[in-house]
């Protein structure tokens, strides 16, 4: 009897000893599991603030050589990489077709949110309401200028509202190939030359040069013609932009003479051999070694010219008058503008100030467009440019010494302008279609018309 007691008693002992063993093993998993639902919970709480954000789809339309394109996308990219909730569509083409697609898009009420913008046709576009006032978003802080001078703010501001943030600083510019000098033994203009002596040297280029190789591509485009205008001290447009700037067409015949004369004297590519490339950087007859100066780009293009010659070229200032006025002006190389059209201008905005700001995204756009606005990112970029970019800068600071002021942005019709340039003034002086003094007559009574439109 005793035993039996005995043996139920150790019975009991074990139950209870398995009995503590399950309830605390039992007690860790009740602890671990609650310690993994609080992780969970956690991380499920920080990936639900992350998808939080609303999805936004943005448009971005620019124009550009291929450098520009493949440096933009990669900083679209990181964008994306940094802000997972935005999804950018890209739209890019080169210059040429550009303002004919963005006519196009406004008329069908259908812009990109955000749209590469040139200082000649933002009067155009902001009088036809169609870029939106970015003040609202620098007062959120949604676009930061904080670190931005005055004078790269305010050629993107009408009236006080600020309807395009510059993409970099630039001036007009020539281009030059200083190992075709030395192939031809001569030295290369000096900042300060006039137009007599660009026509020499071109002269001299071409007749050392051999067959086929010129001493320049020349230009007869508008934008020669302001800067042939500023240094009279005239403009294209009057100050209410119902008429021209000017009263002596002997103005624009002067300057047509040069542009004649040297394709006459053989100095000048013939226009056969450039006139097809257009604005298409690549094609340019300086890259193609078949000149040794372009006549007109803007500063900011060199780092794309430099990279489809596949050799080093230098950026010269352009001509001046004896007595003259200084012709040059530090202009925004181009804008990034917000549409009206878009519905995500917050975003957009937001965007823009990555661009101007975001020192990572500058390292990939490497200056491209144009001195950069910000303090902070010249200062870092400075120390790394590759030596276009730091051509580019330096190229900036010595046109200081031949700028004065800018002029005010093109007035409504500027666009109908330039093309009436191009096709009855520029392209039939490259042909020989025309005497200068036909050329600028013609334009005087055409383009009075058009600026009419504007009383």
Same mark, same amino acid.
């Given at each position: 009897?005793?035993?039996?007691v005995?043996?139920l008693?150790?019975?009991?002992?074990?139950?209870?000893l398995?009995g503590?063993?399950?309830?605390?093993?039992?007690?860790?998993e009740?602890n671990?599991?609650n /310690?993994?639902?609080?992780?969970?919970a =956690? $991380?499920? #709480?920080?990936?639900?603030? %992350?998808? &939080? +954000?609303?999805?936004?789809? @943005?448009?971005?339309?620019?124009?550009?050589s291929?450098d520009?394109?493949?440096?933009?996308l990669?900083?679209?990219?990181l964008?994306?990489e940094?802000?997972p909730?935005?999804?950018?569509?890209?739209?890019?083409?080169?210059?040429?077709?550009?303002?004919?697609?963005?006519?196009t898009?406004a008329?069908?009420?259908?812009?990109?949110?955000?749209?590469?913008?040139?200082?000649?046709?933002?009067?155009e576009?902001v009088?036809k309401?169609?870029?939106?006032?970015?003040?609202?978003?620098v /007062?959120?802080?949604?676009?930061?200028l =904080? $670190?931005? #001078?005055?004078?790269?703010? %305010?050629? &993107? +501001?009408i009236?006080g509202? @600020?309807?395009?943030?510059n993409?970099?600083?630039?001036?007009?510019?020539?281009a030059?190939?200083?190992?075709?000098y030395?192939?031809?033994g001569?030295?290369?203009?000096?900042?300060?030359?006039?137009?007599?002596e660009l026509i020499?040297k071109?002269q001299?280029l071409?007749?050392?040069l051999?067959?086929?190789?010129y001493?320049i591509?020349?230009?007869a485009n508008?934008?020669g013609?302001?800067?042939?205008?500023?240094?009279?001290?005239?403009?294209?447009?009057?100050?209410?932009?119902?008429?021209?700037?000017?009263e002596?067409?002997?103005?624009?015949?002067?300057?047509?003479?040069?542009?004649?004369?040297l394709?006459?004297?053989?100095?000048?590519?013939?226009?056969?051999?450039?006139?097809?490339?257009?604005?298409?950087?690549e094609?340019?007859?300086?890259?193609?070694?078949?000149?040794?100066?372009?006549?007109?780009l803007?500063?900011?293009?060199?780092v794309?010219l430099?990279?489809?010659?596949?050799?080093?070229?230098e950026?010269m200032?352009?001509?001046?008058?004896?007595?003259?006025?200084?012709?040059?002006?530090i202009?925004?190389?181009?804008?990034?503008?917000?549409s009206?059209?878009?519905?995500?201008?917050e975003?957009?905005a937001?965007?823009?100030?990555?661009?101007?700001?975001?020192?990572e995204?500058?390292?990939?756009?490497?200056?491209?467009?144009?001195?950069p606005?910000?303090?902070?990112?010249?200062?870092?970029?400075?120390?790394?440019?590759?030596?276009?970019?730091?051509?580019?800068?330096?190229?900036?600071?010595?046109?200081?010494?031949?700028?004065r002021?800018i002029?005010p942005?093109?007035?409504?019709?500027?666009?109908?302008?330039?093309?009436?340039?191009?096709?009855?003034?520029e392209?039939p002086?490259?042909?020989?279609?025309?005497?200068?003094?036909e050329?600028?007559?013609?334009f005087?009574?055409?383009?009075?018309e058009i600026?009419a439109?504007n009383k």
């Amino acid at each position: 009897m005793r035993q039996k007691v005995k043996k139920l008693l150790w019975v009991m002992m074990l139950l209870f000893l398995v009995g503590v063993l399950v309830a605390c093993s039992s007690g860790e998993e009740s602890n671990a599991s609650n /310690e993994d639902t609080d992780n969970n919970a =956690s $991380d499920n #709480e920080e990936a639900s603030q %992350d998808s &939080g +954000k609303e999805e936004v789809e @943005l448009r971005i339309l620019w124009w550009g050589s291929q450098d520009r394109h493949d440096r933009t996308l990669e900083a679209i990219d990181l964008y994306m990489e940094k802000n997972p909730h935005v999804t950018i569509s890209p739209e890019f083409t080169g210059w040429d077709g550009y303002w004919e697609k963005m006519a196009t898009q406004a008329a069908g009420g259908n812009l990109p949110d955000i749209v590469q913008m040139d200082y000649k046709y933002l009067s155009e576009y902001v009088g036809k309401d169609l870029l939106a006032n970015l003040n609202p978003h620098v /007062e959120s802080g949604a676009l930061d200028l =904080s $670190d931005v #001078e005055d004078v790269y703010i %305010d050629g &993107g +501001k009408i009236d006080g509202g @600020l309807y395009a943030v510059n993409l970099g600083a630039n001036s007009h510019a020539q281009a030059y190939d200083p190992a075709m000098y030395e192939k031809a033994g001569v030295e290369p203009l000096e900042p300060g030359y006039t137009y007599d002596e660009l026509i020499s040297k071109s002269q001299e280029l071409s007749e050392k040069l051999g067959d086929d190789v010129y001493g320049i591509q020349p230009s007869a485009n508008v934008m020669g013609f302001k800067h042939y205008l500023r240094l009279h001290d005239k403009w294209l447009y009057n100050d209410d932009g119902t008429g021209l700037g000017y009263e002596d067409d002997q103005l624009l015949v002067d300057f047509l003479q040069v542009i004649k004369e040297l394709i006459d004297s053989g100095a000048g590519t013939p226009p056969e051999l450039f006139k097809s490339a257009g604005s298409n950087i690549e094609q340019q007859s300086i890259v193609r070694e078949q000149s040794a100066i372009l006549m007109e780009l803007h500063s900011n293009q060199l780092v794309a010219l430099e990279q489809a010659a596949g050799r080093d070229l230098e950026l010269m200032v352009q001509p001046m008058i004896e007595g003259g006025e200084k012709g040059h002006y530090i202009k925004p190389s181009q804008f990034f503008s917000v549409s009206t059209h878009s519905e995500e201008q917050e975003e957009a905005a937001k965007f823009i100030d990555f661009i101007t700001n975001d020192l990572e995204a500058n390292e990939i756009l490497n200056a491209e467009r144009g001195v950069p606005i910000a303090g902070e990112v010249r200062e870092h970029l400075k120390s790394n440019l590759a030596p276009a970019g730091l051509k580019m800068f330096e190229f900036v600071e010595l046109v200081q010494d031949y700028a004065r002021e800018i002029d005010p942005p093109d007035p409504q019709g500027a666009t109908e302008i330039e093309s009436l340039f191009e096709n009855e003034v520029e392209d039939p002086i490259y042909y020989g279609e025309v005497t200068p003094e036909e050329a600028a007559q013609n334009f005087r009574e055409k383009a009075t018309e058009i600026l009419a439109k504007n009383k």
